[in-house]
């Protein structure tokens, strides 16, 4: 089983920042990909950023030059670092990992992210 903890979310002005985290324990190994996904409410969940275990970086549109995500492999713990936040970036943020064997994925529990004007 993986387990993962995020945290790092609360409520912030518009143009702030936060920097979100996710540990990850248990079977990491084999891990293909780590990533952020947020969920507004009444919306589906949406991808945010990942990084591959060889760095790839990917982001959606909406957060690109804003959020960068990073890893410290030794913590096996994820970084959303996010800066110009916005109100519509108000959700639930979710940390993913992705392995290439089972369970295949695993989510986090969540933290709430609020962005105030």
């Known amino acids: 089983q993986v387990q993962l903890v995020e945290s790092g979310g609360g409520l912030v002005q518009a143009g702030g920042s936060l920097r979100l985290s996710c540990a990850a324990s248990g079977s990491i190994f084999s891990t293909v990909t780590m990533g952020w996904y947020r969920q507004a409410p009444g919306k589906q969940r949406e991808f945010v950023a990942a990084?591959?275990?060889?760095?790839?970086?990917s982001y959606a549109d909406s957060v690109k030059g804003r959020f960068t995500i990073s890893r410290d492999g030794a913590k096996n713990t994820v970084y959303l670092q996010m800066s110009g936040l916005k109100p519509e970036d108000t959700a639930v943020y979710y940390c993913?990992?992705?392995?290439?064997?089972?369970?295949?994925?695993?989510w986090g529990q969540g933290t709430q992210v609020t962005v105030s004007s």
């Open positions: 990084i591959t275990r060889g760095g790839t970086m």
């Open positions: 993913k990992l992705v392995r290439n064997t089972t369970p295949y994925e695993s």
